[in-house]
């Protein structure tokens, strides 16, 4: 077989002398140097999977994050770990507290009540605004993923059925091309990611959250701005009464922090 080097000189006499001038010495790059994952990444990537953690309930409402436990589980050193907490505070995940270090961030029943109302308006107006702007490919793709989620329901795959339906509601969000609402709508939604995924722990409320996605496909290919707000508003209201129901049953645990 020939060597890395023979290769590249090969490929290259195949090229105009001006093209072999600007290639880049590949034959002379280490294999760590090819696969070393940059410091930003690394921490993007801690905080994904604790994300995930946290939404599925793995990391429950008021947990203490352990930095040496985490270190080890998720097998990197304590600063991207730290710099992924930062991210997931920000997001509203994660409290950092001083002295004390991080811990799960715990909603109240008011505090659930309070903010699914505001997610409630910010993606009723984003669905408005979606089913006047959004493109043919883009409403291709939604319902190609609406498949996908069916699938997945059909196979009661509750965390690949959540993570397409996240993938749904931000492409719809995406298509009303409004960078402010955008933004504050992800801000707000992050905090109710674990709470919205396990809204569905109820087969029925389930069923009923699955009829009303087939219905926002339909209303976005009808173009039904009127409609889709209202459907999504009502949507939203349905997964903050099968959460609080959960919580007073004692079902779900948002946290020990009291009601107010």
Same mark, same amino acid.
């Given at each position: 077989?020939? &060597?890395?080097?023979?290769?590249?000189?090969?490929?290259?006499?195949?090229?105009?002398?001006?093209?072999?001038?600007?290639?880049?010495?590949?034959?002379?790059?280490?294999?760590?140097?090819?696969?070393?994952?940059?410091?930003?990444?690394?921490?993007?990537?801690?905080?994904?999977?604790?994300?995930?953690? @946290?939404?599925?309930?793995?990391?429950?409402?008021?947990?203490?994050? #352990?930095?040496?436990?985490?270190?080890?589980?998720?097998?990197?050193?304590?600063?991207?770990?730290?710099?992924?907490?930062? =991210?997931?505070?920000?997001?509203?995940?994660?409290?950092?507290?001083?002295?004390?270090?991080?811990?799960?961030?715990?909603?109240?029943?008011?505090?659930?009540?309070?903010?699914?109302?505001?997610?409630?308006?910010?993606?009723?107006?984003?669905?408005?605004?979606?089913?006047?702007? @959004?493109?043919?490919?883009?409403?291709?793709?939604?319902?190609?993923?609406?498949?996908? =989620? =069916?699938?997945?329901?059909?196979?009661?795959?509750?965390?690949?059925?959540?993570?397409?339906?996240?993938?749904?509601?931000?492409?719809?969000?995406?298509?009303?091309? #409004?960078?402010?609402?955008?933004?504050?709508?992800?801000?707000? #939604?992050?905090?109710?990611?674990?709470?919205?995924?396990? &809204?569905?722990?109820?087969?029925?409320?389930?069923?009923?959250?699955?009829?009303?996605?087939?219905?926002?496909?339909?209303?976005?290919?009808?173009?039904?701005?009127?409609?889709?707000?209202?459907?999504? @508003?009502?949507?939203?209201?349905?997964?903050?009464?099968?959460?609080?129901?959960? =919580?007073? &049953?004692?079902?779900?645990?948002?946290?020990?922090?009291?009601?107010?």
């Amino acid at each position: 077989m020939p &060597s890395v080097l023979h290769t590249k000189c090969v490929c290259q006499a195949k090229l105009p002398y001006s093209t072999r001038q600007v290639l880049p010495p590949i034959a002379y790059q280490t294999m760590a140097e090819i696969i070393s994952i940059p410091r930003q990444v690394l921490h993007q990537e801690v905080a994904v999977r604790l994300r995930q953690r @946290i939404v599925e309930g793995q990391l429950a409402p008021g947990a203490k994050l #352990n930095e040496r436990e985490l270190s080890e589980l998720l097998n990197v050193s304590r600063t991207p770990l730290r710099e992924a907490l930062k =991210m997931l505070a920000a997001e509203g995940l994660v409290e950092l507290l001083p002295n004390r270090g991080a811990v799960v961030a715990q909603m109240s029943a008011q505090d659930v009540a309070d903010t699914f109302e505001v997610i409630a308006g910010l993606e009723g107006q984003s669905g408005e605004l979606a089913a006047q702007r @959004i493109t043919d490919a883009e409403l291709a793709e939604i319902r190609a993923l609406h498949f996908e =989620m =069916m699938a997945a329901f059909t196979r009661r795959d509750l965390p690949t059925y959540y993570r397409i339906n996240a993938q749904i509601h931000t492409l719809i969000n995406a298509a009303a091309r #409004n960078p402010v609402l955008a933004q504050t709508w992800r801000n707000v #939604n992050a905090r109710l990611q674990a709470l919205r995924f396990r &809204s569905n722990f109820d087969e029925a409320k389930w069923k009923r959250a699955v009829k009303e996605h087939e219905r926002m496909v339909e209303l976005l290919g009808a173009r039904d701005a009127a409609g889709l707000r209202a459907l999504l @508003i009502e949507h939203l209201m349905h997964k903050r009464d099968a959460v609080l129901e959960l =919580m007073k &049953s004692g079902q779900l645990d948002a946290g020990s922090k009291a009601s107010a």
